[in-house]
């Protein structure tokens, strides 16, 4: 039962990661309208929408962006940042649920044992080192927290922690971050390229730390 379960987080994972690459996606002007269009209920429909379509693939810089543009840069980001959180516990919960037990007994003693001892050990870290690589998928790597050792609560408050920065970049400079060219364009660019030096730094560290004898 163990493989079967880990079988189907697979699947899953794998189905919905090429859904969102075949399905057309609404871009942050048709986001916006939507939410725009609930009225004073409309933090709440964020909120939702954030939470649930997290799990779903939807790409986490349109919300981050809309949010901005809605509500304000330090408001968005506080109601994108709660969503994102809550979109990545519970995608976090299916891959502990489905997957833990069958990686756990599979680890052996390799580099898929290191990581593991880095997110047991340093679940906090490990967690906002995670949320600072942008070449990491947000939604994938949900799922694949759930299969470490990492505790739930370190990787809930890690996640709100490391997503501060990039939802703060996304939410101050609106659809520059999903364009090319521009100066605005360009310093979302420099910033995700700063905080993803910074986070390869801070991950190399803890894997060594991890591979020291104790």
Same mark, same amino acid.
């Given at each position: 039962?163990? &493989?079967?379960?880990?079988?189907? @987080?697979? =699947?899953? =994972? =794998? ?5 969102? $690459?075949?399905?057309?996606? +609404? &871009?942050?002007?048709?986001?916006? *309208?939507?939410? &725009? ?23 986490? +810089? ?7 543009? %809605? ?10 940042? /709660? ?11 299916? #891959?502990?649920?489905? #997957? ?19 997110? /047991? $050990?340093?679940? %906090? *870290? ?10 990491? +998928? ?24 490391? %997503? ?17 060219? !521009?100066?605005? !364009? ?8 700063? @905080? !993803? ?18």
């Amino acid at each position: 039962m163990r &493989e079967v379960r880990v079988t189907a @987080l697979v =699947v899953l =994972v =794998v189905v919905l990661a090429v859904t969102v $690459a075949v399905v057309d996606l +609404p &871009e942050v002007a048709q986001v916006r *309208a939507w939410i &725009e269009a609930a009225g004073a209920w409309a933090p709440f429909v964020f909120l939702l929408l954030g939470a649930l379509g997290t799990p779903l693939f939807l790409p986490k +810089p349109v919300l981050a962006t809309a949010s901005g543009l %809605l509500f304000g840069v330090v408001p968005g980001a506080a109601l994108a940042i /709660a969503a994102f959180t809550a979109g990545a516990l519970l995608s976090f919960w299916v #891959g502990r649920l489905l #997957g833990r037990d069958a990686v756990a007994r599979r680890l052996g003693a390799g580099r898929l044992r290191v990581l593991d001892d880095v997110f /047991a $050990a340093n679940g %906090l *870290a490990a967690t906002i080192v995670l949320r600072l690589l942008p070449v990491v +998928p947000f939604a994938a790597s949900n799922y694949g927290a759930g299969v470490t050792a990492v505790r739930p609560l370190w990787f809930g408050l890690g996640t709100a922690i490391g %997503l501060v920065p990039t939802t703060l970049v996304a939410a101050f400079l609106g659809d520059a971050v999903l364009g090319l060219g !521009s100066p605005r !364009s360009i310093a979302a660019a420099a910033a995700w390229l700063v @905080l !993803s030096a910074a986070g390869l730094v801070w991950g190399n560290r803890l894997l060594r730390e991890a591979r020291v004898p104790r």
